[in-house]
């Protein structure tokens, strides 16, 4: 952007039309549900609003840097289109259980938590990243409520809606510590601030730049369902809809990353030394637990669950690697990691949904599939359907030649070029390869169970008449994401790499420090090694 | 340092007296005709100290629901009516700092905001919350 620009202008304001558009859509969907009975008019009204959006989106360009409190770079423009395509995948879902309730609240809520999420991928601000954080979580809440009666879905939004409080206050906690240490909500001045790695400037802050990282991690770690704060995932996705439960596995996830990636990673160099071990050790966590318990599972939602947390530590393989990497030593890569975890979200997403979609599509409206065992015999009884789950199971296991093959190998190789810098945290290296072990021998131990359901779609008599009453809306929806999961593992996935890595190390706010002046403050605290 | 801690220590002495005060006052000067309805602490409300899930109106949420419309709204036009006339640190001195590029973009952005909140309301005013039914 013009660097002379104001800080808040009209132009900063108009990047952000495709929001806009999808916030209008809402809100007309919103009031004119008051005014027109239809239930079925409303998905339609969404879909059109999202192709609106597309088409804006499409037509903007991408210069880079900061408008105001807006970060209008390639990482915000790349995360921005991968928002808006999964919402569309949502909308198509939902149409059916919106159509069968309360339509225009349902279309409404959903629209404004995919607007929600299209900002948190552009906020370049404190105030409006949480502003935006929540603009997907409360519309959530209603999602998760309305059009149900049963007590089961009334625990679920309730524990949802506690959690997400709770995330949200450690969060803000975090926020105010970052503000108080560096003067400024904007993250390009936050970067700018905390490079400044002077002997009286570092004393001064003491442990508070560790401490508001600390608070951010562990209430994005909330979001993204990371161990040790998963433990609502499983309640809240078994006592929901599938349509539901891949809405909640999805674009919170999405929110996460893009926020930590956004906010720690790239605004916050100082605290990388404290950063990776953090993200280090949530990520084995996260990793094992989610997959050690998945084993055990009978409910499906409550397997996806599981899976969906033992992802999120996937996820962070990416962001630790990224993190030590701004450490140095000269030559390394942060948004080989970075990039990494931005594929991996790509990939994570479009396979979770499908598999959510195709269950919804496999139940009726009136009883869902709730166990694995309720699968047996469908490879003979509904092969497309068995098919299709089962690519998706398979690109979340990460097998090749499918998408989630890519996203795996592109993160494990990213903690694998790890170097360490000389002097201290020489180890660094070492911690690394243990990561990429343990997230190899997590992928072979979650082969288990994404095959017990493929095992037994295909090596069990059926068990009784399945249904797959779930309408031809979520069945496109499950359609338009294994068109992605395969399109990406045969043809896209290396080149979609690429180009997350270059979006990435393009959105950067202020340039990575030199090297050696990084090397000293590697490993502990600064003012301890001083 | 005492400058600084000043204003704390105002502070504390009007809240401390506020209340002393506000208790003292009607021990002085209102008449006592003591019944049971005049001990409880609101005349005309309900019963303050009761079960916590005791059941109450849901119109009354709703109404506390659509009061929040008004009230945030309040919240954001109030600070816009102060700023924009205020020549020394309102919006025209904003224009000046180029944080922001025009009156017209606050102008516009009140405009949204009004929008919004006024669809808002209309969505409860069909919804039927102002009907007692």
């Known amino acids: ?530 | 340092m005492f400058d600084s801690a000043l204003p704390i220590l105002l502070f504390v002495l009007v809240a401390t007296l506020l209340p002393i005060g506000m208790l003292l006052g009607p021990r002085i000067l209102a008449p006592r005709r003591q019944t049971a309805v005049k001990a409880m602490p609101y005349e005309s409300g309900m019963d303050p100290i009761h079960d916590t899930r005791r059941r109450f109106d849901v119109r009354f949420h709703l109404l506390a629901i659509d009061f929040l419309v008004f009230d945030v709204e309040l919240l954001f036009l109030y600070p816009w009516a102060v700023a924009r006339g205020n020549a020394s640190s309102g919006v025209d001195r904003a224009v000046a700092a180029n944080l922001i590029d025009g009156r017209g973009i606050v102008f516009v952005g009140a405009m949204v905001f009004i929008g919004l909140l006024l669809a808002g309301f209309i969505y409860t005013w069909r919804k039927g919350v102002f009907e007692w039914r």
């Open chain 1, 1 to 530: 952007m013009d660097p002379n620009a104001a800080y808040t202008s009209a132009a900063g304001v108009l990047q952000l039309i495709p929001e806009m558009i999808v916030v209008g859509g809402a809100v007309f969907v919103f009031v004119g549900g008051t005014f027109a009975k239809s239930k079925t008019a409303w998905s339609w009204v969404a879909a059109a609003g999202l192709a609106a959006a597309g088409l804006a989106l499409w037509t903007q360009k991408v210069p880079g840097g900061f408008a105001g409190p807006i970060a209008v770079d390639a990482l915000g423009y790349t995360l921005r289109w991968l928002v808006l395509l999964l919402g569309g995948v949502f909308v198509l879902a939902l149409a059916r259980p919106a159509a069968a309730g309360q339509a225009p609240e349902v279309t409404g809520s959903l629209l404004l938590a995919i607007a929600g999420g299209m900002i948190v991928s552009v906020s370049g601000e404190l105030v409006l990243l949480f502003v935006a954080l929540e603009t997907i979580s409360i519309p959530t809440y209603v999602l998760l409520y309305v059009g149900r009666k049963d007590s089961a879905s009334q625990e679920s939004a309730a524990k949802y809606f506690f959690l997400s409080i709770l995330s949200s206050a450690v969060t803000l906690y975090g926020f105010c510590f970052l503000y108080g240490v560096t003067g400024s909500t904007h993250l390009a001045e936050i970067a700018r601030v905390l490079q400044n790695t002077s002997v009286a400037a570092v004393a001064d802050w003491g442990p508070l730049p560790d401490l508001a990282l600390v608070l951010i991690f562990v209430g994005l770690a909330f979001k993204i369902a990371a161990a040790p704060f998963h433990f609502y995932a499983p309640d809240v996705y078994q006592g929901t809809t599938h349509e539901n439960a891949m809405l909640l596995a999805v674009l919170p996830k999405v929110a996460g990353i893009a926020a930590l990636i956004r906010v720690t990673t790239l605004a916050m160099p100082l605290a990388a030394g404290t950063g990776w071990r953090i993200a280090l050790f949530l990520a084995v966590v996260t990793m094992t637990v989610g997959n050690m318990t998945a084993l055990w599972q009978k409910n499906v939602r409550r397997l996806l669950a599981y899976s969906s947390i033992a992802h999120a530590g996937y996820l962070l393989i990416g962001l630790a690697a990224g993190f030590a990497a701004t450490l140095g030593p000269q030559g390394s890569r942060p948004e080989e990691g970075l990039g990494a975890s931005v594929f991996y979200l790509v990939v994570y997403a479009f396979s979770t949904a499908g598999a959510f979609a195709a269950l919804a599509y496999l139940g009726s409206p009136e009883r869902q599939v709730d166990t694995v065992a309720e699968l047996a015999g469908l490879g003979r009884t509904r092969p497309v359907s068995a098919a299709a789950l089962a690519v998706f199971m398979f690109s979340l296991a990460g097998v090749p030649p499918l998408a989630g093959f890519w996203g795996k190998l592109s993160l494990f190789l990213s903690a694998l070029d790890v170097r360490s810098s000389p002097g201290l945290g020489a180890s660094r290296q070492t911690w690394f390869i243990v990561l990429a072990v343990i997230g190899a021998l997590n992928a072979a131990v979650a082969a288990t169970y994404y095959l017990r359901v493929v095992a037994t779609m295909y090596f069990l008599p059926p068990a009784k008449e399945p249904r797959a009453e779930g309408g031809g809306a979520v069945r496109t929806a499950g359609g338009l994401c294994l068109v992605a999961v395969l399109l990406i593992g045969l043809l896209l996935g290396p080149m979609l790499i690429q180009a997350t890595q270059d979006a990435v190390q393009a959105s950067a706010p202020v340039p990575p420090p030199k090297p050696a002046q990084q090397a000293q403050i590697d490993g502990a605290p600064p003012s301890i090694v001083r």
